[in-house]
């Protein structure tokens, strides 16, 4: 007997004979998932909130976009099941994870012309075991900058 599971209230995914070959672990249980601690403002700095992170990932990446993608693109393509991308990848940047919960920080300059700019955020997760690709990805935020 053997079992296998991601953690986080996963879902028996069934019976699997795991004789036949290789075998994808499925993902399910609680979603990554990103919240805005602080609002954007002018001069500022914005915590992004990572939370429910997979047990065994390894790497977080944060995208931000000009550009919103409603509704989103599913990713199954990719080998990415259950997982869509919802900004432009105009700007990726990796980040260390540091458990369940990870705080990101994001300094707004204090710039009068970006008062009200729009901009768009998702994080993925490097998660060998999720999926085929590899990577599993959050909820996406719309952001307006305030005065």
Same mark, same amino acid.
């Given at each position: 007997?053997?079992?296998?599971?991601?953690?986080?209230?996963?879902?028996?995914?069934?019976?699997?004979?795991? @004789?036949?070959?290789?075998?994808?672990?499925? @993902? &399910?249980?609680?979603?990554?998932?990103?919240?805005?601690?602080?609002?954007?403002?002018?001069?500022?700095?914005?915590?992004?909130?990572?939370?429910?992170?997979?047990?065994? @990932?390894?790497?977080?990446?944060?995208?931000?976009?000009?550009?919103?993608?409603?509704? &989103?693109?599913?990713?199954?393509?990719?080998?990415?099941?259950?997982?869509?991308?919802?900004?432009?990848l105009d700007t990726q940047a990796p980040f260390p994870l540091a458990g369940p919960l990870t705080s990101l920080p994001l300094a707004i300059p204090a710039t009068p012309s970006l008062g009200g700019f729009q901009f768009f955020s998702q994080v993925a997760t490097f998660t060998p075991a999720a999926?085929?690709? &590899?990577?599993?990805?959050?909820? &996406?935020?719309?952001?307006?900058?305030?005065?």
């Open positions: 007997m053997v079992g296998i599971t991601q953690g986080n209230s996963q879902i028996d995914p069934g019976s699997t004979d795991y @004789s036949a070959g290789v075998f994808q672990v499925s @993902s &399910g249980g609680t979603p990554l998932r990103l919240t805005a601690a602080t609002l954007p403002a002018l001069g500022t700095t914005l915590q992004l909130d990572v939370d429910q992170v997979t047990t065994g @990932s390894l790497l977080g990446v944060l995208i931000l976009g000009f550009g919103q993608v409603n509704p &989103g693109v599913d990713l199954t393509f990719l080998g990415m099941p259950g997982c869509d991308l919802y900004a432009t999926n085929a690709f &590899g990577f599993l990805s959050s909820n &996406g935020l719309a952001l307006t900058v305030g005065l």
